[in-house]
């Protein structure tokens, strides 16, 4: 069992930066791919990156690309989602959800947090 923990979202003006955190607790934290996922009012949950266990192997959505970084610290059970460029339509509930694949299907990932909202001003 892992417990998902998000935090470090907000309001900021667009072209501004955010850095998500997600602490997890439980079993095996370095065993698991991790992901994050948004969901927008009125649309459906979608991938924006994911980090292999050791941290080598990253995968990320396209829309986001060269603005936003995963990566993650085993020795703390954290990993991090640093935005940049942010923009208007970046605006949803973030999402952590820990798995076993490295991949962008949310229906894989076994464990999710509660999300922590994140508004983009114009």
């Known amino acids: 069992q892992v417990q998902l923990i998000e935090s470090g979202g907000g309001l900021v003006q667009a072209g501004g930066s955010l850095r998500l955190s997600c602490v997890a607790s439980g079993r095996s934290f370095n065993m698991h791919v991790f992901g994050w996922f948004r969901q927008a009012p009125g649309k459906e949950r979608e991938f924006v990156a994911a980090?292999?266990?050791?941290?080598?192997?990253?995968l990320y959505a396209d829309s986001v690309k060269g603005r936003f970084t995963i990566s993650r610290d085993n020795a703390k059970n954290t990993v991090y989602l640093q935005m940049n460029s942010l923009k208007p339509e970046d605006t949803a509930v973030y999402y952590c959800?820990?798995?076993?694949?490295?991949?962008?299907?949310?229906?894989?990932?076994?464990?999710w947090g509660q999300g922590t909202q994140v508004t983009v001003s114009s």
């Open positions: 980090i292999s266990w050791s941290g080598g192997n990253r």
């Open positions: 959800a820990a798995g076993g694949r490295l991949i962008s299907t949310p229906s894989v990932y076994d464990y």
